[in-house]
């Protein structure tokens, strides 16, 4: 099966999952939630490489770098969210 794409969108919505959940802890700083979700991404950028033969990625680097963007694209989709409404 082709999950190419789906699986970076997948890293965005997980990330995205995350970042709220942070933000629904009062002790945590919101400050951090890019970087939280930027790590996240990183992480299942990775696992995605390893574990999904179709994944973009076929080595480190860029499965960090698409699993980064992935995560901090679930942060400007907030933004989006919040700045439209």
Do not use: E, H
Request: proline share 4%; with cysteine; charged share 10%.
């Amino acid at each position: 099966m082709d999950f190419g794409i789906t699986s970076v969108v997948g890293i965005t919505v997980i990330a995205y999952l995350v970042g709220m959940g942070w933000k629904a802890v009062d002790t945590l700083n919101d400050k951090y939630i890019p970087v939280v979700c930027g790590v996240i991404g990183a992480v299942l950028g990775v696992i995605a490489m390893m574990t999904m033969p179709d994944f973009p990625a076929k080595d480190v680097i860029n499965a960090v770098a698409i699993g980064i963007v992935s995560g901090l694209a679930s942060t400007g989709a907030n933004q989006v969210g919040k700045q439209l409404f």
